[in-house]
Structure formats: structure tokens, C-alpha cells
T-cell receptor, first 116, second 114 residues
Framework: AQKVTQAQTEISVVEKEDVTLDCVYETRDTTYYLFWYKQPPSGELVFLIRRNSFDEQNEISGRYSWNFQKSTSSFNFTITASQVVDSAVYFCALRGFPSNTGKLIFGQGTTLQVKP | DSGVTQTPKHLITATGQRVTLRCSPRSGDLSVYWYQQSLDQGLQFLIQYYNGEERAKGNILERFSAQQFPDLHSELNLSSLELGDSALYFC?????????????FGEGSRLTVL
């Protein structure tokens, strides 16, 4: 069975602090894809990143960075110098491969509140 | 803008009623997915259609049904509504049945059952 766990339900930080959102996954597939989505207060789901299981290089995009470690089945997300606009619910998701479906399995989400 | 359109954006109805949520996928996408987001259940996969046929089923209640039409738009029908069905219902699309890329989500339909 596939599972995604985001143990942090809510995180509150003050603007300009760095914050890391944890994601741990379970899958028996040797090939799989991991995703992060952002859900701002307006409610839509915004795609942030996709990573396949064969690419363990960390990725940086502006203030966002992702750390993928197969050894610990983790795909953590760090926001550097957080801003109020980063306040949102963040979801980690998993898809196994091969599969007859493209559905994503989501974690429960982490609510990030960035205070001014 | 993801290119996925969902209507209505908000819907308020009473217990026991039936509603239909509509989704138009991105141009060219053949797969449509339905997800339910409630406060205590997170984002739960309900069902996937690919080119008009059911492809995968998740934790979808028997009171719920869906279909995908020849023009590829999809409808999610919720009947005998209960208070617990109040949630945000998302539709997503992807090009293929088992795409490896991201899913593109609509803005959701917020259902309130009173």
C-alpha cells in the first residue's frame, strides 16, 4: 500500500524565519513520483514540484528547496526567509509507477502560518 | 489558471437532496480525477475517468456517482446528501490514463449541506 505522512499538522513562524515541512512516504514500487502542492487561503491547489525516484538531487527554486532522501523515504520542503504570502496548506503526494492510474496519494497537509 | 474549470464554485443545499458538480478538463487532457477535501479527511481520491471510461476507484460512497461525457467533461453526482458530505470537491485532469506528470486542479466546488 502507498501512504504519505505529514506529521506536522500546523506550523507557525515569524516572517523571515526558515521553515521545513516534513514528508515521509511508503511505497513498494521501485519507481515512483513525489509532488508538493500549495493550497493558499483562496482554496485552489497549486503545483510546486515533481521529483522521480531516480533523481535524488536536491532542488532549489528561489526561496524554496526540496530535499529528497530515499534512505529515509523522505521528501522535505524548506522555505527560506518565509513571507506572509507563504501562509497556506502544503500537501505532499505520491504516485507509483508503473500503474494503470495517474491518481495521487496525498498526505494530510501541513498548515503554515507566517506572521508578520 | 490551471485550465480546469469547475462549476458551481459554491453550493448550499439540504440533507437528502441531490447535486451535480461539473468539471471541464484542460484542453487535450483525457483523464479526469475527482477528489474530496474535508476537514478531517484531507484530500481523498474518489474516482478517475479516462476517455469516457472508469479507470480507478477510491473511497467513493455508493451515494456518489460520476461519468465522463464524449466531449470529455465530467460530472460528479452526489445524492441523499448528509451533513458529512460538506466538503470541497476538486476535479483534476491529466493528458493520459497513467500520466507521470502533475495533475492540474480546478478551483474546487464547495458544497455545504445544511
Amino acid at each position: 500500500a502507498q501512504k504519505v505522512t505529514q506529521a506536522q499538522t500546523e506550523i507557525s513562524v515569524v516572517e523571515k524565519e526558515d521553515v521545513t515541512l516534513d514528508c515521509v512516504y511508503e511505497t513498494r514500487d521501485t519507481t515512483y513520483y513525489l509532488f508538493w502542492y500549495k493550497q493558499p487561503p483562496s482554496g485552489e491547489l497549486v503545483f510546486l514540484i515533481r521529483r522521480n525516484s531516480f533523481d535524488e538531487q536536491n532542488e532549489i527554486s528561489g526561496r524554496y528547496s526540496w530535499n529528497f532522501q530515499k534512505s529515509t523515504s523522505s521528501f522535505n520542503f524548506t522555505i527560506t526567509a518565509s513571507q506572509v504570502v507563504d501562509s497556506a496548506v502544503y500537501f505532499c503526494a505520491l504516485r507509483g509507477f508503473p500503474s494503470n492510474t495517474g491518481k495521487l496519494i496525498f498526505g494530510q497537509g501541513t498548515t503554515l502560518q507566517v506572521k508578520p | 489558471d490551471s485550465g480546469v474549470t469547475q462549476t458551481p464554485k459554491h453550493l448550499i443545499t439540504a440533507t437528502g437532496q441531490r447535486v451535480t458538480l461539473r468539471c471541464s478538463p484542460r484542453s487535450g487532457d483525457l483523464s479526469v480525477y475527482w477528489y474530496q477535501q474535508s476537514l478531517d479527511q484531507g484530500l481523498q481520491f474518489l474516482i478517475q475517468y479516462y476517455n469516457g471510461e472508469e479507470r480507478a476507484k477510491g473511497n467513493i460512497l455508493e451515494r456518489f456517482s460520476a461519468q465522463q461525457f464524449p466531449d470529455l467533461h465530467s460530472e460528479l453526482n452526489l445524492s441523499s446528501l448528509e451533513l458529512g458530505d460538506s466538503a470541497l470537491y476538486f476535479c483534476a485532469s491529466s493528458p493520459y490514463s497513467a500520466s507521470t506528470g502533475e495533475l492540474f486542479f480546478g478551483e474546487g466546488s464547495r458544497l455545504t449541506v445544511l
